[in-house]
């Protein structure tokens, strides 16, 4: 099996909610962990169920296999929560870049922030790493007391 390749599940979901797709972990949770139907998800969040399909592939491609997938979506929820985008959505569907206020296409959002903002990718990406350290820390405190007892 292949390793989870943590840094690059990272960098994924940083730049998707940063890029203004900041349901993407909730539609994963419903969809591959809850195992909702990808129609109904994908309606809800107002994307594709191809789009669906295509974010739920890239996870499971990142993270090994779908079983450990299924495991990181709520420890990848835990560690984005709190992230805002840059990238807002108005009601008309226009894209605008909260930093530098420029109007973007959907399809460019991403692109954008990787280009022009590549600081408050970083600066999120050690956030989430922060986070990780710090949801691992917790996790292994309760095997601590069971050696111990
Ligand atoms: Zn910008």
Do not use: W
């Not at 099996?1 to 979901?13: E, F, G, H, Q, R």
């Not at 419903?30 to 139907?37: A, R």
């Not at 985008?85 to 399809?107: K, L």
């Not at 991403?110 to 949801?135: A, N, P, Q």
């Amino acid at each position: 099996m292949k390793p989870v390749d943590m840094k690059s599940l990272i960098n994924y979901v940083a730049l998707k909610i940063l890029g203004g797709s900041d349901y993407l972990v909730q539609a994963l949770e419903e969809y591959l962990v809850n195992g909702e139907g990808p129609a109904i998800v994908a309606h809800r969040y107002n994307i594709s169920k191809h789009q669906l399909r295509g974010y739920a592939q890239r996870i499971i491609e990142k993270s090994g296999s779908e079983i450990r997938a299924k495991k990181l979506i709520p420890i990848l929820k835990e560690m984005s929560s709190g992230i805002k985008p840059i990238v807002n959505r108005d009601e008309n569907g226009v894209y605008t870049c909260t930093v530098c206020n420029t109007v973007i296409a959907r399809e460019d959002a991403e692109e954008h922030v990787r280009k022009y903002h590549k600081d408050v990718l970083t600066l999120t990406i050690k956030d989430m790493m922060e986070k990780l350290d710090e949801i691992k820390a917790k996790k292994e405190k309760p095997v601590i007391f069971t050696s111990a007892s």
